[in-house]
């Protein structure tokens, strides 16, 4: 049985998240995912989410490691873990560049061994430890966070590319991947535990979990075509498309992104891409999520593409599209 995910929308109404999250919890969703976009932090709506549910894990979905320290981010996940009774899961990931240059003002520099020196560090923090850390990209001298939550989230790291997956594997408990094909979730999940093993972690308590995008209503495929022509313009996303046997469309975005020609990467999206990267309709979902179940991905998260603008009508609709076949509720050990 899949342990189902949502991803939800963070530029939605809170109110709205709310009424979605009771109702996933409801239908047996195993777990919600909030992304830091640019009108939100992740770290409230989770609060309230935490609040206003009981069973449902929740997670960010993710969290760069530029905007905070690693002091602040522990500060917040255990906060959080407080507050969600034991349900938290801390995901970070390096950010896109771009965004982290225009919106922070910030250098993207070194972002894989950052990451690595920040969960190392916020690992410790969550564990209760004081810590003295002197790493590639950090210097902690004794740092020691004033409360401990009765057990640490787990932290999950989310990304591309091969070296972040070394890295999850190596100092994480779990991967969230995205636009990735199944086949190539199983060649990444072989990579994450590969890393594990080799030095000298139990490979199986390292968890992975993906995105999926999706449309519940089949008028929604333009919709989903310029979603995923928009994510495979990005440096690293269009890279995983090659490495997803996908490259002529890879070469073919890339070509049109740089030239800014919008409409031409959405034309450059095949039916095949489409295939191999989305779903329209609840019994593709569930295919699909039993597919990537079979890949040794723990957790497969639908990331639904709403018909339009974003509605909370239609965050509901997706809730219910794409529910598990029975409910369950299970937890990210």
């Known amino acids: 049985m899949a342990n189902y995910g949502l ?11 709310v009424v979605a999250a009771r109702r996933a919890e409801e239908l047996g969703y195993a777990i919600l995912w909030v992304p830091e976009e640019s009108g939100k932090d992740a770290f409230t709506q989770l609060a309230a989410l935490a609040l206003n549910t009981s069973r449902i894990r929740l997670a960010t979905g993710s969290v760069n490691c530029f905007s905070r320290t690693p002091y602040l981010m522990a500060m917040s996940a255990a906060a959080l873990q407080e507050a969600s009774a034991d349900r938290f899961t801390l995901v970070m990931s390096p950010g896109e560049g771009s965004g982290i240059a225009a919106n922070h003002g910030l250098a993207y520099q ?4 950052r990451l690595r020196d920040y969960a190392l560090i916020v690992r410790r923090l969550l564990a209760g430890e004081t810590v003295t850390y002197r790493g590639e990209a950090y210097t902690v001298p004794n740092a020691r966070l004033g409360f401990r939550p009765d057990a640490p989230p787990p932290i999950f790291l989310a990304g591309a590319g091969p070296r972040l997956r070394r890295v999850a594997g190596e100092v994480a408990d779990g991967a969230l991947l995205s636009f990735a094909s199944v086949d190539l979730m199983r060649a990444i999940a072989r990579e994450v535990q590969d890393a594990a093993r080799e030095v000298g972690r139990d490979p199986a308590a390292v968890q992975i979990a993906c995105y999926v ?3 519940a209503d089949p008028r929604a495929e333009p919709t989903v075509r310029a979603s995923l022509a928009r994510t495979a313009s990005m440096p690293a996303q269009n890279r995983l498309l090659s490495e997803a046997g996908l490259s002529a469309e890879a070469e073919r975005i890339a070509r049109a992104a740089r030239s800014g020609d919008r409409a031409g ?5 095949t039916d095949r ?7 329209v309709g609840r019994a593709a979902w569930l295919r699909r999520a039993e597919a990537i179940q079979e890949a040794g991905i723990a957790f497969p998260s639908v990331a639904p593409i709403l018909l339009g603008n974003l509605t909370p009508e239609g965050l509901l609709q997706a809730v219910e599209t794409f529910r598990p076949k029975r409910p369950i509720h299970a937890g990210v050990s």
Do not use: C, H, K
Not at 110 to 113: A, E, L
């Open 213 to 215: 995008t999706a449309a």
């Open 7 to 17: 991803l939800l929308s963070a530029r939605l109404p809170l109110a709205t998240l």
């Open 273 to 279: 891409m489409l295939d191999a990267l989305a779903v």
């Open 265 to 269: 990467a959405e034309r450059a999206v």
């Open 110 to 113: 070194r972002p894989v061994t």
